[in-house]
C-alpha cells in the first residue's frame, strides 16, 4: 500500500484524497485537495464551479494527532462568491466554519471539556483555554437543537455569576427533563423578557411551519391547567407565537397562534423578584415557585453573618486563641450535619456546649432545613413555617430577623413547591453542577462560549467522540 493511500485511510477525512506526506523533526504534514471540482460557500449550502479569481489560499488545520506526533493538514483552496455571503474562501467538509482545527479534533476537545478540567484538557490537546472556548462555541452550534423551547410546562429560572465581578448568565431549566434548555448573558428581568420573547417569537422571524396533526402527539399528556393554551397572551402580540395546536390523531382543525408562555404551569426562581415580575407579565397563569434550596442557602447565609459578627467580637476581647479555633469552624457549622467528618462533628459539638447566639443561629438554620425534608405534607410544611417565622422574629439576631420577612412574603411561593412536587433534589442537583461548569468556564473569551458549555453538558446534548460519532 502506498504511503498517501495508508494516510488517506487512517485519517478518514471527509472529501479528500492525500497527495503527500511529509514528517518534519515535531509533526507529520499531511497535505490534501478536495475532491469535489465545486466550489461551496463556507457558510451555506451555495456551490458554484466558478472562481472568484486565480488567486490560490493556503490552509493548515490541526488534525487528531496520530501518536506522539503532531498532525497538520495542508490544503490549497480557491475562492468563490456567495450571492448571499459574497467573496469567501471555499469551504471544506472535514472542518468547521472559521476553524483552524479538523471536526474530529474539535469534537473530541469539546468532550474533554465538557468531563474534565481546564489542566488535563489543555495539555492533552496542547492548546490553551481561550482556544477551547472558541472550539465550544462552534460545537455548540452545530450541535445544540433548533426546537429546544418547545413542551415546556415546569420551569426553573436561575442566574449563576460568570466571572469576577457583576456579571451573570441566566439560565432556563426544564424541571421534568432535568436539563438546562436556554441561557442568555445578563440576569433579572430584561434576562427573563428576553426568554419570553425567543419563546414566542415575532412574526417578523421565520416560525415553524405548522404541524401534521397526526405525527406531533406530545410526551406527557396535557394536564387540565393547560387544556387551553390558545388564548392569547397578554405580552404577545396578534401574529405572534408559534404555529400548533395539541390535537388528537384524525382530528382536523385549523393550525391556531398560540403563544408558549401560555402552556406554562409553574416558573421556580430564587426570592430576588426580578423574575417574577416578568412571569407575572408574560405568563400570568403560572404558579410562581420558590426553589427549596434558595431558602436554605439564605439561611446558611444569614448563620455566617452571626458566625462572622461573634468571631469579631472575640477578636475584639483580645481572645487570640479562641478567635482563632472558632474561625476553623465555619464548615462545621455551615455543612449538613450528615455530611460533617468526624472532626467537624467534635467541633460543632463544642460550639453547643459553649452556648451562645452561634448554636441558637445554627438551630435556626437546620429549622429551615427541616420544612423541606421529603415526604412532608402541605397542610405540615405550612404549620412548620407558621412555626418557624414565630421563632425567627423573637431571634433578636438581625440577619435571621431578615431572612423571617424574606420567608413571610415568599411562603406561597415555598409552600407551592411542595404542592406541585417539584423535584427540589434534582433541581439543586442541576444548579449545582452548573456552578461547577461555569467556574470552568471562567478563563473563556465570550459569555457565549460559556453559556455553550453549560448546555453541552446540563443542556439536551452532550457532544461525541469522533469514533462514537463521525462528522457531519
Ligand atoms: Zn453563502
Redesign the pocket.
Known amino acids: 500500500m502506498r504511503v498517501c493511500t495508508a494516510f488517506c485511510r487512517l485519517l478518514d477525512l471527509p472529501g479528500v484524497w492525500v497527495r503527500s506526506v511529509r514528517f518534519e523533526p515535531d509533526r507529520v504534514v499531511v497535505t490534501v485537495a478536495l475532491r469535489r471540482r465545486c466550489l461551496q460557500?463556507p457558510?451555506?449550502s451555495?456551490s458554484t464551479r466558478d472562481r472568484e479569481n486565480k488567486q490560490h489560499h493556503d490552509s493548515v488545520w490541526r488534525g487528531l494527532d496520530l501518536g506522539r506526533w503532531r498532525l497538520e493538514v495542508h490544503a490549497r483552496l480557491r475562492r468563490l462568491r456567495?450571492p448571499?455571503?459574497g467573496v469567501h474562501v471555499e469551504g471544506v467538509p472535514f472542518a468547521r466554519d472559521g476553524a483552524r482545527f479538523t471536526g474530529d479534533f474539535e469534537n473530541l476537545v469539546a468532550w474533554l471539556a465538557t468531563k474534565t478540567d481546564k489542566t488535563a484538557t489543555c495539555r492533552l490537546a496542547r492548546i490553551d483555554w481561550k482556544t477551547v472556548g472558541r472550539i465550544i462555541e462552534r460545537v455548540g452550534e452545530d450541535l445544540l437543537p433548533e426546537e429546544r423551547l418547545k413542551d415546556l410546562f415546569e420551569i426553573s429560572i436561575d442566574e449563576v455569576a460568570w466571572r469576577k465581578g457583576q456579571k451573570y448568565l441566566t439560565l432556563i431549566g426544564d424541571h421534568r427533563r432535568g436539563r438546562v434548555v436556554w441561557g442568555c448573558d445578563g440576569k433579572g428581568k430584561a434576562a427573563a423578557d428576553e426568554f419570553f420573547a425567543e419563546l414566542d417569537p415575532p412574526p417578523s422571524e421565520p416560525r415553524e411551519p405548522a404541524r401534521e396533526p397526526a405525527a406531533r402527539e406530545p410526551r406527557y399528556p396535557p394536564e387540565p391547567g393547560i387544556m387551553v393554551p390558545f388564548g392569547p397572551c397578554p405580552t404577545v402580540p396578534a401574529g405572534a407565537g408559534v404555529v400548533g395546536a395539541w390535537l388528537q390523531a384524525g382530528v382536523e382543525i385549523e393550525p391556531a397562534l398560540f403563544a408558549r408562555a401560555s402552556k406554562l404551569r409553574a416558573v421556580s426562581m430564587d426570592m430576588t423578584g426580578g423574575y417574577a415580575a416578568s412571569v407575572r407579565a408574560h405568563a400570568p397563569q403560572a404558579t410562581i415557585v420558590i426553589d427549596n434550596y434558595h431558602v436554605v442557602a439564605l439561611a446558611t447565609k444569614a448563620l455566617d453573618e452571626v458566625r462572622r459578627e461573634y468571631w469579631n467580637e472575640l477578636r475584639q476581647a483580645g481572645d487570640q486563641h479562641a478567635s482563632k479555633q472558632f474561625k476553623d469552624s465555619r464548615w462545621a457549622l455551615l455543612k449538613n450535619p450528615e455530611d460533617l467528618t468526624e472532626r467537624q462533628a467534635t467541633t460543632l459539638a463544642a460550639l453547643h456546649a459553649a452556648g451562645g447566639k452561634v448554636p441558637r443561629a445554627w438551630s435556626m438554620k437546620e429549622m429551615v432545613r427541616a420544612i423541606f425534608a421529603p415526604d412532608l405534607s402541605v397542610q405540615t410544611v405550612s404549620e412548620l413555617i407558621d412555626r418557624l417565622l414565630a421563632r425567627l422574629s423573637r431571634s433578636r439576631l438581625k440577619p435571621f430577623i431578615r431572612l423571617g420577612r424574606t420567608i413571610r412574603k415568599h411562603r406561597q411561593g415555598i409552600l407551592a413547591a411542595r404542592r406541585l412536587n417539584l423535584s427540589n433534589a434534582r433541581a439543586e442537583a442541576l444548579n449545582n453542577k452548573v456552578k461547577l461548569i461555569v467556574r470552568r468556564a471562567y478563563g473563556f473569551h465570550s459569555a457565549n462560549a460559556a453559556l455553550t458549555l453549560v448546555h453541552l453538558t446540563c443542556g439536551l446534548v452532550t457532544p461525541k467522540l469522533p469514533h462514537e460519532q463521525a462528522f457531519a
Open positions: 460557500c457558510k451555506c451555495y456567495c448571499v455571503h
